[in-house]
């Protein structure tokens, strides 16, 4: 009777969290596709929980074998994708993804089949949808959950071409801890579902998935109402860059001049300066396309913009610590230097130099006295 009382407690606030976290959501000022997807999938878990509520109520100690990572597995790809991709727009094809899911709960109602596995692969009538449960579960866990791991990979490697200063709210970091998180579970799930097959009931389980689900939606809740638009201006994609050794955009003397051109400009124009440098603001300036911006960066200079505009910032930064007079802390000549925050510097700084900026102003120093 506790652990039925622990399962109503957490069914009830995961409704009252998703349904008012929906309403948060889509009543955000300037709303992008990401909070349109958000605020559905918040609906959508409501509902999740809102009939298991009904479920728990109506038939006292049980709840139907339905497949909720049908309906999260999808909505974390979806999301995921709607923010690193400027092009996402909202579909109506893209409503198939929820289908299994549908489909799956309608047959928990009709069938009645309780979330249990004792007596799972027993012969009798219902042993089809369990099977169909375990197999769909797996198969959705291991597609989504991969093709979302895949698109921040691709992302994280993206920034690097597109931006000078790379914050928080860009690497999603929180994301990547849903994604490692979530996996970690979907293992624990598994083994546990196995273990139980062999062993005996798993109401423990149910109490377990729906408080990992009510984490997800406070996760979800806090971080993705605070998430803003990664690429604000909705810039076109180009097209992808070549391997190092693949076929090249450009040819050798092009890419020798482009490249002649870009060093000219950031020794005579010093854009490294200014904290909210990007390779949109690149392009426009020297009125080349990113795409061929960033082979040059890549494949001629073996750079990616991140690296290159940061050891501009970081040689100048040198430059101020080499002067004893140098009325100015050691953080202000980082801002002045086009870094944005002290932590920035710093982590930009020893990578590149090996050393702390104080660390090298002692050094500089000593080699001075």
Same mark, same amino acid.
């Not at 690296?307 to 610590?321: C, I, M, P």
């Not at 982590?347 to 660390?359: A, C, E, M």
């Given at each position: 009777?506790?652990?039925?009382? /622990?399962?109503?407690?957490?069914?009830?606030?995961?409704?009252?969290?998703?349904?008012?976290?929906?309403?948060?959501?889509?009543?955000?000022?300037?709303?992008?596709?990401?909070?349109?997807?958000?605020?559905? $999938?918040?609906?959508?878990?409501?509902?999740?929980?809102?009939?298991?509520?009904?479920?728990?109520?109506?038939?006292?100690? @049980?709840?139907?074998?339905?497949?909720?990572?049908?309906?999260?597995?999808?909505? =974390? @790809?979806?999301?995921?994708?709607?923010?690193?991709?400027?092009?996402?727009?909202?579909?109506?094809?893209?409503?198939?993804?929820?289908?299994?899911?549908?489909?799956?709960?309608?047959?928990?109602?009709?069938?009645?089949?309780?979330? /249990?596995?004792?007596?799972? @692969?027993?012969?009798?009538?219902?042993?089809?949808?369990?099977?169909?449960?375990?197999?769909?579960?797996?198969?959705?866990?291991?597609? &989504?959950?991969?093709?979302?791991? +895949?698109?921040?990979?691709?992302?994280?490697?993206?920034?690097?071409?597109?931006?000078?200063?790379?914050?928080?709210?860009?690497?999603?970091? $929180?994301?990547?801890?849903? +994604?490692?998180? &979530?996996?970690?579970?979907?293992?624990?799930?598994?083994? $546990?579902?196995?273990?139980?097959?062999?062993?005996?009931?798993?109401?423990?389980?149910?109490?377990?998935? &729906?408080?990992?689900?009510?984490? @997800?939606?406070?996760?979800?809740?806090?971080?993705?109402?605070? *998430?803003?638009?990664?690429?604000?201006?909705?810039?076109?994609?180009?097209? +992808?860059?070549?391997?190092?050794?693949?076929?090249?955009?450009?040819?050798?003397?092009?890419?020798?001049?482009?490249? *002649?051109?870009?060093?000219? &400009?950031?020794?005579?124009?010093?854009?490294?300066?200014?904290?909210?440098?990007?390779?949109?603001?690149?392009?426009?300036?020297?009125?080349?396309?990113?795409?061929?911006?960033?082979?040059?960066?890549?494949?001629?200079?073996?750079?990616?913009?991140? =690296?290159?505009?940061?050891?501009?910032?970081?040689?100048?930064?040198?430059?101020?610590?080499?002067?004893?007079?140098?009325?100015?802390?050691?953080?202000?000549?980082?801002?002045?230097?086009?870094?944005?925050?002290?932590?920035?510097?710093?982590?930009?700084?020893?990578?590149?130099?090996? *050393?702390?900026?104080?660390?090298?102003?002692?050094?500089?120093? *000593?080699?001075?006295?």
């Amino acid at each position: 009777m506790a652990k039925i009382a /622990s399962m109503d407690v957490i069914v009830w606030i995961g409704f009252a969290q998703a349904l008012f976290a929906g309403i948060l959501t889509i009543t955000k000022d300037k709303k992008s596709s990401a909070d349109y997807l958000l605020s559905a $999938w918040f609906f959508l878990l409501s509902i999740e929980f809102l009939t298991v509520g009904i479920e728990l109520y109506v038939y006292t100690n @049980f709840v139907f074998l339905s497949n909720t990572f049908l309906l999260f597995n999808p909505a =974390l @790809f979806l999301y995921t994708r709607s923010l690193v991709k400027p092009s996402f727009r909202l579909k109506w094809p893209q409503l198939l993804h929820l289908l299994p899911y549908l489909i799956f709960k309608i047959f928990s109602w009709s069938l009645q089949e309780p979330l /249990s596995f004792e007596g799972f @692969f027993s012969p009798d009538n219902t042993l089809w949808y369990r099977i169909s449960f375990g197999v769909f579960g797996l198969v959705s866990w291991i597609v &989504y959950l991969g093709l979302t791991a +895949v698109i921040l990979s691709r992302h994280r490697k993206r920034l690097k071409n597109e931006f000078s200063t790379i914050d928080r709210i860009k690497k999603m970091g $929180w994301i990547m801890f849903v +994604v490692v998180f &979530y996996g970690i579970y979907c293992l624990i799930v598994l083994l $546990w579902g196995l273990f139980n097959i062999i062993v005996f009931t798993t109401e423990s389980l149910t109490l377990f998935n &729906y408080s990992v689900l009510l984490f @997800f939606v406070y996760i979800f809740s806090f971080y993705g109402l605070k *998430q803003r638009d990664i690429f604000p201006d909705k810039t076109k994609e180009e097209p +992808v860059v070549p391997e190092k050794n693949s076929n090249s955009f450009l040819s050798t003397d092009q890419m020798e001049k482009i490249s *002649q051109k870009l060093l000219n &400009y950031f020794q005579k124009e010093k854009p490294y300066l200014n904290p909210e440098f990007s390779m949109s603001l690149l392009s426009e300036s020297l009125k080349i396309p990113r795409h061929h911006l960033t082979e040059v960066l890549n494949k001629h200079l073996g750079k990616n913009f991140f =690296l290159f505009v940061n050891e501009y910032r970081v040689a100048a930064v040198k430059k101020q610590l080499d002067k004893p007079d140098n009325p100015y802390s050691i953080e202000a000549i980082g801002y002045e230097c086009g870094f944005n925050s002290k932590s920035t510097f710093f982590s930009v700084f020893k990578t590149l130099t090996g *050393q702390t900026p104080k660390n090298y102003q002692q050094e500089v120093l *000593q080699k001075k006295n």
